[in-house]
């Protein structure tokens, strides 16, 4: 039985896993995007600080317009063919700038949200949250140690594109033989895309 839960847990799956084949990124932002804007709400609704929050805290320059418009700008594009009013958008510029490097950041947000309104996730999601980490450690917070994930992924600010994403899913597959993260409660063993 659908509800907002199981759908933000199938569009963030079925991104993640395109994602992780490198398999087209235009539908991986887009299903990442709408996964997140799904996984937000649950979080307000389970009296959590979604990521948004935590994004107004950390830059208090910014309005939550514009992290809406950040958040946004490349999905709309993707979805929409026209303005509000109508008319053709023009979004050949902003095609120019987006590499799969954005859906990096739009599956993270998604997570992020995701497991603190649910409290579990798959192993591939907590394999990239960590690999993030490892990619992004200027996004840590700077009290945590990122000891942790340097060791899991040295050395992964170095590699190419290609190389990253293999660490990940070499990763994936070491922590799926690895039974106190399996059996672990916060971990969800649904498979990424549903059947």
């Keep these: 039985m659908l509800d907002k839960m199981e759908v933000a847990r199938r569009q963030l799956g079925t991104a993640l896993s395109l994602f992780l084949d490198d398999l087209d990124p235009v539908s991986v932002h887009t299903l990442a995007c709408a996964g997140s804007e799904v996984a937000e709400h649950l979080t307000r609704k389970s ?20 992290i809406r418009r950040l958040q946004k700008q490349y999905c709309n594009a993707f979805k929409h063919a026209t303005t509000q009013s109508g008319k053709e958008r023009d979004d050949h510029k902003l095609f120019e700038k987006f590499t799969d490097k954005k859906n990096d950041h739009a599956l993270f947000v998604g997570w992020y949200d995701y497991v603190l309104a649910v409290g579990a996730m798959p192993i591939e999601a907590q394999a990239f949250q960590a690999w993030y980490f490892a990619l992004y450690p200027d996004k840590l917070n700077p009290d945590i140690d990122a000891v942790p994930y340097e060791t899991l992924f040295p050395n992964l600010k170095h590699y190419p594109r290609a190389e990253q994403k293999r660490a990940l ?14 059996n672990d409660p916060r971990t969800d063993q649904t498979p990424l895309i549903v059947g």
């Design 47 to 66: 009296g959590a600080q979604p990521f948004s929050s935590h994004a107004l805290a950390t830059f208090p320059d910014l309005d939550i317009s514009e």
């Design 169 to 182: 899913r070499t990763a994936i597959a070491a922590a799926r033989k690895d039974v106190a993260i399996t």
